[in-house]
T-cell receptor, first 112, second 114 residues
Framework: KNEVEQSPQNLTAQEGEFITINCSYS?????LHWLQQHPGGGIVSLFM???GKKKHGRLIATINIQEKHSSLHITASHPRDSAVYIC??????????????FGTGTRLAVRP | DTGVSQNPRHKITKRGQNVTFRCDPI?????LYWYRQTLGQGPEFLTY????????KSRLLSDRFSAERPKGSFSTLEIQRTEQGDSAMYLC????????????FGEGSWLTVV
């Protein structure tokens, strides 16, 4: 079993739909990260969470530390949101810095 | 600040050849990480530097792989005697020294071993 599990693996939505991507983890963490990866490889950090909820534009991320679960929500989805969304956790050992353990990603396609 | 820079972006090499990738982190970041990503998978940790010290290496980093960060600024990742299984994207990331910071990624270096 992977330390970080994401669901769904693939998601297709119509423009304007509300989207939720889920992440569960099985290890102790200091922070959970939501990342976006477009074709071609570049990864952009969307959120870093250690508790509660964060919002940035149409994106909302929540985390429940007790349940070891996080969700990424996209409101009013748009075709430009099409990308792979990756959940990652950090904070195992102090000597590892901010080393990340990644989920396998959720491939999102938003159709016009 | 131009962010994390990686070179070359793409490399095609014959099996058995050596390749070297370079990463220039954000200038004030003293933490630097290398990851490897194969198609359809999330990235996997390879190694971590704090300044010039290599503090952690994954078991994925076989004897054919070596990483350096000689002056605590840029880093190189060398793969000797490449194998087809080395074909992947090699990602570099950096972050400031205190824990719990946003991590910044480079665009990655794609390696194809033929």
């Amino acid at each position: 079993k992977n330390e970080v599990e994401q669901s769904p693996q693939n998601l297709t939505a119509q423009e304007g739909e509300f989207i939720t991507i889920n992440c569960s983890y099985s290890v102790g963490i200091s922070a959970l990260h939501w990342l976006q990866q477009h074709p071609g490889g570049g990864i952009v950090s969307l959120f870093m969470l250690s508790s509660g909820k964060k919002k940035h534009g149409r994106l909302i991320a929540t985390i429940n530390i007790q349940e070891k679960h996080s969700s990424l929500h996209i409101t009013a989805s748009h075709p430009r949101d099409s990308a792979v969304y990756i959940c990652a956790v950090s904070g195992g050992k102090k000597s590892s810095g901010d080393k990340l353990t990644f989920g396998t990603g959720t491939r999102l396609a938003v159709r016009p | 600040d131009t962010g994390v820079s990686q070179n070359p972006r793409h490399k095609i090499t014959k099996r058995g050849q050596n390749v070297t990738f370079r990463c220039d982190p954000i200038s004030e970041h003293n933490r630097l990480y290398w990851y490897r990503q194969t198609l359809g998978q999330g990235p996997e940790f390879l190694t971590y530097f704090q300044n010039e010290a290599q503090l952690e290496k994954s078991r994925l980093l076989s004897d054919r792989f070596s990483a350096e960060r000689p002056k605590g600024s840029f880093s190189t990742l060398e793969i000797q005697r490449t194998e087809q299984g080395d074909s992947a994207m090699y990602l570099c990331a950096s972050s400031p020294s205190s824990s719990g910071n946003t991590i910044y990624f480079g665009e990655g270096s794609w390696l194809t071993v033929v």
